[in-house]
């Protein structure tokens, strides 16, 4: 068996560290200046911040089963969250990191646990 983290890995590893930057550092703002404006939105974003956390020590130490549980819980919340945000747009005052499957990142919110589980399930 293979590892995770060789070859294409490397970029999925470097993009779950990106995505886990980029959504503490918008949390952290969010949620030191402004978190009595949306407790809800802000608190997710740092949700999303942990799970994108763990995904990259995950896939970076090869823990198959962390990043597959992992996978599996960003899936849902971009799932859930971004419908949850189109059908009650007023739900979200402000912008998730998974609001509207992740449009405020291109979609690559979306587009992430696929590639992850796709790579993981195809290198057993």
Do not use: C, H, K
Not at 55 to 76: D, F, H, P, Q
Not at 95 to 108: D, E, H, K, N
């Amino acid at each position: 068996m293979s590892a995770v983290n060789e070859g294409p890995g490397r970029v999925l590893v470097a993009v779950y560290g990106l995505f886990a930057l980029a959504a503490g550092a918008r949390a952290g703002v969010q949620i030191a200046t402004r978190f009595g404006e949306a407790p809800l939105a802000y608190g997710l974003s740092a949700f999303a911040a942990v799970v994108y956390i763990l995904l990259t020590v995950a896939l970076a130490r090869n823990a198959r089963t962390l990043a597959l549980v992992s996978l599996g819980i960003e899936l849902a919340g971009v799932l859930i969250i971004g419908t949850l945000s189109v059908l009650d747009p007023a739900a979200f005052p402000e912008a998730t990191v998974w609001s509207v499957y992740g449009r405020g990142y291109l979609f690559i919110p979306l587009v992430l646990p696929f590639v992850g589980l796709y790579w993981l399930l195809r290198r057993r």
